[in-house]
């Protein structure tokens, strides 16, 4: 499986270091918070405020970690109700005439839309995203995906959409952040109802002033009572809805076999770039691309061109077991179908198989459950601490231990800490400073994905050894092969979550991952590879040996720089 990238070993080379690595500058600096540091330098023990002193595990203030923003006494609107019912619509338009704005997503591809309808609305905005910078003239909103919410600058306005997030078990803590930290006068939160009572509750102790405003659905979603049976009967506008890329592929094929439609594919692990060109084809009227296929990627806040959601599957598997999907899950996907404005003014909702309506209905019906705790992650700055008392402790002991004995008020959780343990256990090997594995350890990197890990570990290996991270490509003339297989394609999935692990840590390790540009120009060709691979798997295209010539051309110009 990994055989591409092993074929190409050490990818990345280090070479020698004339620099320091007193360089390390984090451009995210909200790690770094809770001690009221602004920066990776440690401040006086001052704003935080545990209820035992010294006790550096004591979670249960966690709103005093943001002084800023409890300067200010936010008013906090709550815009609560079903999807497709107008409340992000709503509330960007308070975040369109305030002089100064931030936009909090919890996708890169609905970022990607807020970005692209404020400077469309002539409101310049930047687009932030863990791996991109796309800065405007004089901008002075921001569209980001929450992991980068600022927390250190002033706002007038500020939008945290899909906040029922806070109870997720891997990034409940980026929301929780973000709804405890923004500095905005003015804070609106998009989501479902079902995050009401916790959220009145956790802002209870921070002087903000709270409304709540309720809204209905703006369209009809009719639940079918009849299945999708055969895929002749899928027409477009159409979105088939599973969760495996095997499926994917199969149910595309599967659909295109019947020589009436072509299926746009959007899934978690295609890169966001290949998502965002999947879902404007499928969008775009004048496209062929009629029909999606997608996984629960386009699940929360995108507005698609889509008229009918069939759940081909009722359950998935979620990293630990299979299990049936849950409320939420199934009213955020069915809310796709039939958006406000949109082709379709119904949305319906079926499934392909007759035995999983009865779920559908009746989750459709259903309230989503009270959400009771929000997620909280340990700062770098409280580790750093614990660390102290810890001398001759690993990082991966003094996580365990610190998440272990963690003292948590009746409204947080630790979030799952099980990737960022993974990640320590790895670099626990190298000679690096604590905050340099606590970067690591909050990287986007997937440690189940062996080429993904292979990755990190040999970024930070050459980053502890030489302090320099270069990278050599990875496509020359002679590799630029489209994958033939969905084996191959996973791998070339997994080459460029390794680039973006790059051009993530080069946007906070400047110095020591020079290459950023170089990264994205392979990201470019990997993603134009993918792309190829997905046009080919339609019926309607003969399988060329040769990529064409318009592709070629993409191709050299990103290469001709670089070779
Ligand atoms: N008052 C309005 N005038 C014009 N268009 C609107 C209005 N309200 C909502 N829309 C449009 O309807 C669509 C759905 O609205 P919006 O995305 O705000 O819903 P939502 O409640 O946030 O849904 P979700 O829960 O899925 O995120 C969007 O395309 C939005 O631009
Ligand atoms: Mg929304």
Redesign the pocket.
């Known amino acids: 499986m990994a055989s591409f990238f092993l074929r190409r070993k050490l990818l990345f080379s280090s070479s020698s270091f004339l620099g320091n690595k007193d360089h390390f500058r984090l451009y995210f600096q909200s790690n770094f918070e809770c001690l009221g540091a602004a920066s990776n330098k440690l401040h006086p023990y001052s704003s935080y405020k545990g209820a035992t002193t010294n006790d550096f595990t004591d979670l249960t203030c966690p709103h005093t970690w943001y002084p800023q923003a409890r300067r200010k006494h936010r008013k906090v609107i709550l815009?609560v109700?079903?999807?497709?019912?107008?409340?992000?619509?709503?509330?960007?338009?308070k975040l369109e005439s305030s002089a100064s704005g931030l936009y909090c997503s919890p996708l890169r591809l609905?970022a990607w839309e807020i970005a692209n309808?404020l400077n469309k609305a002539k409101v310049p905005c930047d687009l932030i995203t863990g791996q991109e910078r796309d800065e405007i003239d004089g901008a002075k909103h921001k569209a980001v995906t929450v992991e980068m919410a600022d927390v250190t600058s002033d706002y007038q306005c500020a939008v945290i959409?899909?906040i029922q997030m806070l109870g997720c078990n891997t990034r409940g803590y980026s929301f929780t952040r973000a709804l405890l930290g923004i500095a905005a006068d003015e804070l609106h939160l998009?989501?479902?109802p079902a995050a009401v009572p916790l959220i009145q509750e956790i802002l209870k102790v921070t002087g903000d002033k709270v409304e709540i405003q309720f809204?209905e659905?703006?369209?009809p979603l009719v639940p079918l009572n009849v299945p999708l049976g055969s895929f002749s009967n899928v027409r477009t506008g159409d979105c088939i809805v599973t969760f495996s890329r095997r499926d994917i592929y199969r149910l595309k094929k599967k659909i295109e076999i019947h020589g009436k439609h072509l299926c746009s594919v959007v899934y978690g692990s295609l890169p966001p770039e290949t998502r965002t060109r999947q879902a404007s084809m499928f969008n775009d009227e004048s496209s062929e691309f009629d029909v999606l296929v997608a996984s629960d990627a386009i699940g929360?806040?995108?507005?698609l061109n889509i008229s009918r959601i069939i759940f081909s599957t009722m359950t998935k598997f979620d990293g630990f077991e299979t299990r049936d999907l849950t409320v939420p899950e199934i009213k955020?996907i069915a809310?796709?179908a039939g958006?406000?404005?949109?082709n379709f003014p119904v949305g319906e909702v079926t499934c392909i198989d007759a035995e999983d309506l009865p779920l559908l209905h009746s989750s459709l019906d259903a309230p989503s459950p009270i959400l009771e705790h929000a997620g909280l992650l340990p700062s770098f700055d409280l580790l750093y601490m614990y660390s102290r008392l810890h001398p001759d402790s690993g990082f991966y002991q003094v996580l365990e231990h610190f998440i272990d004995n963690a003292k948590l008020s009746a409204n947080y959780f630790i979030v799952n800490c099980d990737q960022l343990l993974k990640v320590a256990a790895v670099i626990d090997e190298f000679p690096l400073r604590l905050q340099e594995k606590y970067l690591f350890c909050i990287s986007p990197v997937d440690m189940d994905d062996e080429i993904s890990s292979q990755g990190l570990t040999q970024f930070a290996e050459n980053y502890a050894k030489k302090g320099l991270v270069q990278l050599r490509e990875i496509f020359t003339p002679g590799t630029l092969t489209v994958p033939k297989t969905p084996a191959a394609l996973k791998e070339l999935e997994s080459i460029h979550k390794v680039l973006d692990l790059y051009v993530w840590l080069s946007y906070r390790l400047e110095e020591s991952f020079p290459d950023r540009e170089l990264a994205a120009s392979q990201k470019a060709i990997c993603n134009l590879l993918i792309e190829e691979f997905l046009e080919r798997l339609g019926w309607q295209k003969p399988i060329a040996t040769r990529l064409p010539s318009r592709k070629i051309s993409r191709l050299s110009q990103h290469m001709r720089r670089y070779l």
């Open positions: 815009h109700g079903p999807t497709n019912s107008g409340k992000t619509h709503h509330a960007m338009k609905l309808r959409d899909e998009c989501g479902d809204y659905r703006l369209s929360m806040g995108l507005n955020q809310g796709r958006r406000y404005g949109s």
